[in-house]
């Protein structure tokens, strides 16, 4: 009986495949439910430059608070109706604006646009694999991440706000409806969309892990993967191990909102009112939530180490610097990620022994991150350097992430950190960091691999002028930051004019709205150039930087299966450029050692 | 199963594991990690005092038996899916998921008898230690009926002839992951045993 059932499952096999092979996909198959990665990539772009533009815009109407603070925004009143009286901001407004920032830029843009982009298109490319380990939850991911979009969406047009109490979401303010507007169906709606967002993650993450473990081409042994593919790989990690965290803390904070427990929350009065809650803690959702609060600043930053180091090995035409000790730095950073969550926390009345213990751990992120930064430098050091636009974000990136990681030492210290906690010194610092640096790492994967996403080229010069003007102004807007942060001025205030100490900073104030206004209207050249390109862009060649790794030997347009004929088996390291004796500057990984002999190393003629 | 047949169907495995198996396991890892999370955070608050003492309800011992009584049949389906002793591998089956339905309505049972002694989920006299017991009962619950429908579907297919020795990925996940239900309440019955 059983033997007749084997021979069934093969037919249905065997008529499977052939269904996938030759039956054209309609349009829904295709385009919008497709299960493959290249197409689920492009859909975790499109909804991150999105969401990129929300975060930004939003950003732009709070920066106009804070630099004109004295003047009435009555323009304004059309797009927010009633969050404008009078033609001034609703204080509450504000708060809402700032959350909705960053959770929109941190969680939206720079985690499932980032990772969702990049881990999925390149991830089965580099490897060299047709596809992920399971095209039907890489398409549950995104749809459940599209789900988790339009609540969040939503919560902004709520008559009442959306969330406001920060985007760490802190208790007892996130979990009183009647503490603020923003805590009432704004926040609900918050935490929704953000279960969803988590679920999401999970699905992609499962499946970049177990696709980079167990689809890897002949020949692709670890030590043969790409920096990019370490680099999502140690992300997906992170995520797996930090989500549920969330998840946990978010669930409770649901309860305590909607079912009267007291998880965080003990001994409140509002407005004049005693609660009946007692015995949370509300130190307790901040352990929970820096828990995952730090590993995801890592989740943000680590795919951009990736993919930056590839395209400065590439472009600078010389393998990376220190390849192994890359890989290292980035598993000591994803190892230290986890036991540093309480440097968030130094000013809640922690043991200020165990403070210096995570103040020790901290500090040491430094060493991971110093040699990565180093070999980035020596990497280009004496480079056959290419300045395409590429290359120009990736160099952009380093710079920030040097300038950004400079601070992260400084606020690091526990002392140091009282008086600059909750400063624009922060501020300065993680956007430097992660929030800038991630995305010229972001933008460094798009100029570099547009090629391949839509067969085409983007606009170079366009490009330029795109590079230029974000620099300058990612620079403009942060480094005051730290200058009026040391001052001691504090951040998510909607009005500092009240204090004598601030007013001097007015000018400066007004000089980093305009800057910000400056970068977000570069990033409509972007924009332009994004769309554009996509239909009329100059045509791609199937290698057009010269680049050694596998998703560069597919068709200039990869359909289904990634390679038309066999997958290519490995035989080298993704770096070798410029090698002494090669007739040309690089050699692909899929090249044997054979075909090199020109080139090969003493040890590599045992391998030919 | 075919979610995968495409990409693994000509090329060889690096792994030396099935895919599905081993995202199973990572599910599994992010599943410990939550309720890592719950476990410690139950730690934590507890030190801080404030923290109502009260009698783990004594129908949990028994759903501990019976979960425990659930992995062994679990076992045996799977045991004579190998050995392809269809008969049997149904009863197991049925056996697993009756005892499943057994567990929720013990657990069902404990809550009942938490809320006769009056310690509460929400509510004005409800204390975290009474609430965190729910919670950590309630995820599990939550888990298990997962598990259930996974089992479900295992038992459908082999009504359906198609779980037997060659085609044995189906009962393996399944019996990996109701072993670790399992295994994941015992440890969060001893964990309020020793914390209690």
């Known amino acids: 009986m059983s033997s007749t059932d084997i021979s069934i499952n093969k037919d249905v096999h065997h008529a499977h495949e052939e269904h996938d092979h030759h039956h054209d ?97 390149l991830i089965p490319l580099q490897i060299g694999a047709r596809d992920m380990a399971s095209g039907f939850m890489n398409m549950l ?7 988790a979009s339009i609540i969040m969406f939503w919560s902004l047009f709520l008559s009442t706000g959306p969330a406001g109490g920060g985007w760490t979401v802190y208790p007892p303010l996130s979990a009183l409806p009647q503490a603020i507007s923003g ?21 992609g993450g499962v499946n970049y892990i177990t696709t980079v473990i167990n689809l890897r081409t002949k020949g692709m042994s670890m030590t043969k993967l790409p920096l990019t593919i370490w680099a999502f790989f140690l992300t997906a990690i992170l995520g797996l191990l930090s989500f549920p965290v969330l998840f946990s803390a978010a669930l409770l904070l649901i309860f ?4 009267g427990t007291s998880f965080y929350l003990s001994d409140i009065y509002i407005a004049g009112e005693a609660l009946a809650n007692t015995g949370g803690s509300a130190i307790l959702f901040q352990h929970l939530f820096w828990f995952l609060g730090h590993p995801e600043v890592y989740i943000v930053i680590l795919p951009t180490f990736g993919i930056v180091s590839e395209v400065i090995a590439t472009n600078s035409r010389k393998p990376i610097f220190g390849y192994r000790a890359m890989i290292g730095s980035m598993l000591g950073i994803s190892l230290l990620s986890f036991v540093v969550w309480a440097h968030h926390m130094f000013v809640t009345g922690m043991n200020p022994f165990l403070g210096s213990v995570f103040m020790f751990l901290t500090l040491i992120i430094a060493v991971p991150s110093a040699v990565k930064v180093f070999n980035w430098l020596a990497t280009l050091w004496r480079g056959n350097i290419r300045f395409t636009a590429a290359m120009m974000f990736a160099i952009a990136f380093v710079s920030l992430f040097i300038s950004g990681g400079l601070t992260g030492i400084i606020l690091g210290n526990s002392a140091l950190d009282i008086q600059l906690h909750d400063t624009y010194f922060v501020i300065a610092h993680f956007h430097l960091v992660m929030g800038a640096a991630a995305f010229f790492g972001m933008f460094c994967g798009i100029y570099h691999w547009f090629p391949k996403m839509f067969g085409r080229m983007m606009d170079e010069k366009l490009g330029f002028v795109h590079f230029w003007l974000t620099f300058l102004s990612a620079y403009l807007v942060f480094m005051p930051m730290h200058y009026i942060g040391i001052a001691g001025f504090p951040r998510r205030y909607y009005s500092w004019t009240g204090f004598d100490a601030f007013n001097t900073f007015t000018d400066l104030n007004s000089f980093i709205s305009i800057a910000a206004i400056l970068g977000f209207t570069a990033q409509l050249i972007f924009l332009f150039n994004f769309i554009y390109s996509i239909f009329k862009g100059r045509r791609a060649t199937a290698n057009p930087w010269h680049s050694n790794t596998l998703e560069w030997t597919t068709p200039v347009n990869p359909g289904h299966g990634n390679w038309p004929g ?14 002494p004796g090669a007739p040309e500057d690089y050699i692909p990984q899929n090249v044997p050692f054979s075909q090199t002999q020109s080139s090969n190393l003493p040890y590599e003629r045992d391998l030919e | 199963m075919d979610m995968v047949a495409k990409s693994l169907g000509e090329e060889n495995n690096t792994g030396g594991i099935h895919p599905l198996k081993f995202t199973l396991w990572l599910i ?18 507890r030190a801080e005092g404030n923290w109502l003492e009260f009698d783990l309800p004594n129908i949990m011992l028994i759903s501990t038996v019976i979960i425990a009584l659930s992995s062994v049949t679990m076992q045996l389906a799977h045991n004579a899916a190998a050995n392809d002793n269809i008969a049997k591998l149904r009863l197991m089956l049925y056996l697993t998921f009756g005892l499943g339905i057994m567990f929720l309505i013990a657990q069902w049972n404990g809550w009942s008898e938490l809320v006769g002694n009056n310690v509460y989920f929400g509510g004005v006299t409800s204390n975290p230690s009474g609430s965190f017991l729910y919670v950590l009962t309630g995820v599990h619950g939550f888990h298990l009926v997962t598990g259930l429908i996974y089992l479900a579907i295992v038992i459908v297919s082999s009504l359906r002839y198609k779980v037997h020795s060659k085609n044995m990925l189906r009962i393996q996940l399944c019996t990996i992951y109701w072993h670790f239900l399992g295994g994941l309440w015992l440890y969060l019955y001893l964990f309020l045993r020793l914390n209690h």
Do not use: C
């Open chain 2, 28 to 45: 599994i890892i992010s599943i410990i990690m939550m309720f890592a999370a719950f476990t410690s955070a139950y730690l934590v608050r």
């Open chain 1, 183 to 203: 805590s009432g169906m704004g926040m609900t709606m918050w935490l929704v969309s953000m279960a969803l967002f988590i679920v999401s993650q999970l699905l």
């Open chain 1, 25 to 121: 996909q309609n349009f829904f198959e295709k385009y919008i439910f497709s299960q493959d990665h290249k197409v689920i990539a492009k859909q975790f772009l499109f909804g991150g430059i999105f969401w990129g533009f929300v975060g930004g815009f939003l950003s732009v109407i709070f920066r106009l608070q804070l630099g004109w603070p004295e003047a009435t925004f009555a323009f304004l009143e059309p797009i927010f109706g009633g969050w404008i009286v009078n033609g001034k901001l609703d204080p509450e407004f504000y708060l809402a604006l700032v959350t909705m920032h960053g959770t929109i830029m941190v969680f939206f843009v720079l985690t499932a646009g980032l990772s969702g982009t990049f881990s999925n298109f």
């Open chain 1, 141 to 147: 991911s995104f749809w459940i991440f599209f789900l």
């Open chain 1, 256 to 259: 305590d909102r909607s079912f």
């Open chain 1, 566 to 579: 066999e997958i290519p088996t490995v035989y080298r390291w993704p770096y070798d450029y410029s090698k």
